[in-house]
């Protein structure tokens, strides 16, 4: 008896299997993609709601468990922004300066960013850990290709799926993600690419440009989809290509993806 | 009707507790599988025939709230069901005694089975697609965290799962019993 349904059984999955192998070489997003912008239509205000509630449940877990560290980083942080206190002078001396050169050179100023604030509402449940859900949508004028960023032009990746009141960010770490981006201290370019949420690597450098660790990595500007300029992360390795024809180099973001609470999307 | 729709709205709701709510508590991309879970419960307790339907819709919700290729979670799914099923008819009838146990494994093997089943179909759609990389994909720690995570989760919930099993039991008596004076 429980041969037969394990037979029944099997051959009601390999059924299912099929159908859903086959709807691999259909095309799956035009399918489902009136049904997936209700779905999230339907889902925001409870994506929202939950999403913040996990937010401040583990906040506060985070916290109690903090509390002992807490001292020590008290300690660093003041260190860290009596540093910091001393390079703001040294910088307003250096705007003043440039802006003297700009007007010498009549340059136009540097390009201001309309953004839209978002909250993230949701993150990647499964393995691929490569994108997070953000409340704006299309009713915010946001389309499908803009650049995101966290903080002050730290550049995390880009809108993909769009519906009117939620859009799915794809991160850099996303194995479909091509930036292109520069060595700032040296000017190597390269391609940045995502490892499946391992994390992301500039690639397709040639072997004449130098990369050192420790260098900053900004957006190049090339192919005109992405401004110049936006913090991508730092150098941790450099390596060669499997085929010893390019210079690759793995990147520690500037910011957690996982623990990204606000971004901003460039409109312009 | 009016059951099965109260059952899609669940569902829908644990949908959105697994994209929005779990990942705040877990390691970036580890996260454990509510939906996968419940499944593997309720396969070992009433048989593949009353999760089929749930394991379906499950996977298609999944896949479409979580931007994957529609049918990997419905694939990994029923992967996983399917042999549940198969190893609680073989082990949890003749080893009552050993009952929380033989959840824990059957939550640990059909785990182990979803993701397998799971990284097999995206590999497959990456291949299929052409996408960078998609022989790459990784099959590392985050792997077995998944196990861990959902046995943690599995044990987390069974006291609870237990205390509402037996709240529906004494509903559905009640209703036999009505029925029976009828």
Sequence with gaps: MPKKILTKNLARFLIVAGICLLLIFLNPKGISGPVQKLLLEIAYPFQKTFYLAGRTISGTFEFLGSIGGLKKENEKLLKENNALASQVALLEDEKKENATLRDQLNLAPRQKFNLEASFVIGQDPQRLGSWILIDKGSANGIKAGMPVIAYEGIMIGKTEEVSPSSSKVALLSDSESAVNVNDTETGARGILKGEFGLGIIMDMVTQTEVLNVGDTVTTSGLGGDLPKGLLVGKIQEVRMTGDKLFQQAVIIPHVKYADLNTVFVIKN | ?182
């Design chain 2, 1 to 182: 009707m009016a059951q099965k729709i109260i059952i899609a709205i669940i569902i829908f709701l644990l949908v959105i507790i697994q994209i929005s709510f779990l990942p705040n508590f877990f390691l970036s991309r580890a996260t454990p599988n509510l939906i996968l879970v419940i499944l593997i419960y309720l396969t070992a307790r009433k048989g593949m025939e009353q999760t089929l339907k749930l394991a379906i819709f499950g996977g298609i919700a999944l896949d479409l709230m979580s931007f994957t290729p529609i049918g990997a979670d419905v694939f990994s799914f029923m992967a996983a069901v399917l042999a549940v099923d198969y190893l609680a008819k073989r082990f949890l009838v003749t080893h009552q005694g050993w009952r929380f146990l033989i959840f824990v494994a059957l939550i640990a093997a059909g785990t182990i089975i979803n993701e397998i089943f799971f990284l097999f179909f995206i590999k497959t759609f990456f291949v299929l697609k052409k996408i960078n990389n998609g022989a790459a994909m990784p099959f590392d720690a985050a792997f077995a965290y998944n196990i861990i995570y959902n046995i943690f989760l599995f044990i987390m919930l069974y006291w609870p799962f237990k205390k509402a099993e037996k709240i529906l039991n004494l509903y559905a008596g009640r209703a036999e019993l009505k029925t029976y004076a009828r």
